[in-house]
């Protein structure tokens, strides 16, 4: 369902009640998401009048910086594996 | 609403059992032996990656049909403490030689044997400059993969 939210933010900006339009949750559980959405840096929300607009996120630092965060843990650990099967393979003698 | 973010360097740190100066070896010139395959930006498989020994020297993959896809430039090679790359992929997954963001790697030798390897990615604000970043992710499959692979339980819940 926050995929299907998010995907409907990807066209634009919306207000949460016309988010609820098109999906078949209500009103209050499309607010919850958009919470949950919030927390984790994926939308930001603005006061309009009496509504609140919300929105992708349009710098995206916070998505980028934790791609980044796990792309990185990865590409460490297989680094690592290969350094410990060098070294196994070349034998401490090497280091000793 | 509107607040410049200026996010905290992603850091990484491992520790490995070899020297430092074999860790270093592996890091920067075998890098093509660890590299994880799917960290690709390439249209192409991934077939090998090079990263040029040198100041100044290129970083990119060769995909299987042979095409080139550069990611950045070695800014500083100091065998064996320190390494410091500029990765220049933006959030489109595509080479920006306007983007500068840094990688740097410090090798760094421990008492007990072994090395220390810190990773620091930092000027990720620079990522910001570029207008509609999170569009181009997300309308890329491998972009929404990694989003929704990165979020898993938030964006799937």
């Known amino acids: 369902m926050r995929r299907a939210i998010l ?15 098109g999906l078949p949750v209500s009103r209050p559980a499309v607010s919850q998401h958009l919470k949950v959405l919030k927390e984790a840096g994926l939308v930001q929300d603005e006061a309009e009048g009496t ?11 916070g998505e980028i910086r934790r791609w980044l965060d796990q792309f990185w843990d990865d590409a460490l ?10 070294d196994e393979a070349t034998g401490k003698g090497d280091n000793a | 609403m509107n607040q410049i973010i200026r996010p905290a360097p992603v850091r990484r740190s491992v520790i490995v059992k070899a020297d430092r100066a074999r860790a270093f070896a592996v890091f920067a010139a075998g890098m093509d032996r660890w590299w994880p395959r799917t960290h ?7 077939r090998r990656v090079v990263l040029e020994p040198v100041a100044g020297g290129r970083w990119y993959e060769i995909g299987e049909d042979g095409s080139e896809c550069p990611w950045g430039k070695v800014l500083a090679y100091e065998p064996p403490a320190r390494l410091l790359l500029a990765w220049q992929i933006d959030a489109d997954w595509r080479y920006d030689p306007s983007l500068v963001t840094e990688v740097e790697v410090r090798f760094t030798p421990l008492a007990e044997g072994g090395t220390r390897v810190d990773l620091e990615h930092r000027d990720l604000e620079r990522f910001g400059d570029k207008a509609e970043i999170v569009r181009p992710m997300l309308d890329s499959p491998g972009g929404w993969q990694g989003l929704l692979a990165l979020f898993g339980g938030v964006a799937d819940g």
């Not at chain 1, 995907?7 to 339009?21: I, M, S």
């Not at chain 1, 509504?51 to 630092?61: C, E, K």
């Open chain 1, 77 to 86: 650990t297989a680094f690592a594996a290969e350094a410990d099967r060098m």
């Open chain 1, 7 to 21: 995907e409907r933010l990807g066209r634009g900006p919306q207000p949460v009640g016309r988010l609820a339009e």
């Open chain 1, 51 to 61: 509504r609140r607009i919300y929105r992708i996120d349009p710098a995206g630092l």
């Open chain 2, 40 to 46: 690709s930006v390439g249209s192409s498989p991934q």
